[in-house]
């Protein structure tokens, strides 16, 4: 190989390890996608609710409006992939509970710091109704919380124990 050309080659794979960003070794072993889950998320939001839920990636943390549920398109904020499948089964269950009891239900007039303002002050309510009727759900809860601190957006309720 000539001078020039090996420069070239050791410059060149110099300026693509600058230019490539690091991933966190873990990251694509723990994120889960709402493609994968999406058909047993339907039907646990339809067993929640005994509706046809349609569920549909969000930008964020989602919510819901009418009879759909919006979920991240792909979830890896929690340490673990049970924990990060968890926190979509958790969703759905809290989504569930938030429309049946009428909580945060979309409306064209409010912005989204608004709405979320609105899920925060009812997730006591929500959480301890949702613990009441699915004991199960605080434990996983609990943890989902402690793995999500500098992300609360994801988890409404940032509350301990849900008992108003």
């Not at 990251?27 to 994968?36: G, H, N």
């Not at 339809?46 to 943390?61: M, R, V």
């Not at 959480?127 to 609360?152: D, R, T, V, W």
């Amino acid at each position: 190989m000539e001078l020039d050309q090996l420069f070239f080659k050791k410059i060149s794979s110099l300026y693509r390890s600058f230019r490539t960003p690091k991933v966190d070794a873990g990251f694509e072993a723990r994120t889960v996608t709402l493609a994968e889950v999406k058909d047993r998320l339907c039907i646990l939001a339809k067993a929640l609710t005994g509706k046809s839920i349609e569920i549909t990636a969000a930008e964020q943390e989602g919510g819901w409006r009418d009879d759909v549920f919006f979920l991240p398109a792909s979830f890896a904020e929690a340490a673990t992939r049970e924990e990060n499948e968890n926190y979509y089964l958790f969703r759905v269950a809290y989504l569930a509970l938030q429309k049946d009891l009428g909580y945060n239900a979309f409306q064209q007039t409010i912005t989204l710091q608004q709405s979320r303002d609105n899920a925060q002050s009812s997730s006591r309510r929500v959480l301890k109704s949702l613990f009441e009727e699915y004991p199960a759900l605080e434990k996983i809860y609990l943890n989902l919380k402690n793995s999500l601190q500098e992300k609360p957006h994801y988890l409404w309720g940032q509350i301990g124990r849900a008992h108003v």
